[in-house]
C-alpha cells in the first residue's frame, strides 16, 4: 500500500490539497479540476507516479498526456474528452 510522507501540496490553484482532496480512486468522470489535482499531486509528491497510476488505472502514457497539456496549454488543455486521441495521433 503506498506511504503519503506529505500532508499536502500546492494545488492547480495554489491552494493547499491533502490526499482527501483528490478524486476518489473510482473517479469515472475526469473534469479537467481532477486531472489538474492529480498532476499537482504527482508533482508535489503527495503521490508518486506509480500510485497515481494505480490509484486511478491510468497509464503512465495518460497521465504524461495530462501532466503536458496541462504545461503547454492551462486548464484548457485538459479538456479532451477521449485521452485516447492523444495515444492515436502523437503530435
Known amino acids: ?5 506529505l500532508l499536502s501540496v500546492a494545488g492547480p490553484h495554489g491552494t493547499p490539497i ?14 479537467n479540476r ?11 509528491g503527495l503521490l ?21 497539456a496541462l504545461e503547454r496549454h492551462g486548464f484548457a488543455g485538459l479538456r479532451t474528452t477521449r485521452i485516447q486521441d492523444y495515444r492515436e495521433n502523437p503530435e
Do not use: H
Open 34 to 44: 481532477r486531472k489538474a489535482e492529480v498532476v499537482a499531486a504527482v508533482r508535489g
Open 48 to 68: 508518486s507516479l506509480n500510485d497515481a497510476c494505480e490509484r486511478y488505472t491510468l497509464t503512465i502514457e495518460e497521465f504524461l498526456a495530462w501532466q503536458s
Open 1 to 5: 500500500s503506498p506511504t503519503f510522507a
Open 18 to 31: 491533502s490526499i482527501d482532496d483528490l478524486p476518489p480512486p473510482n473517479t469515472k468522470r475526469w473534469v
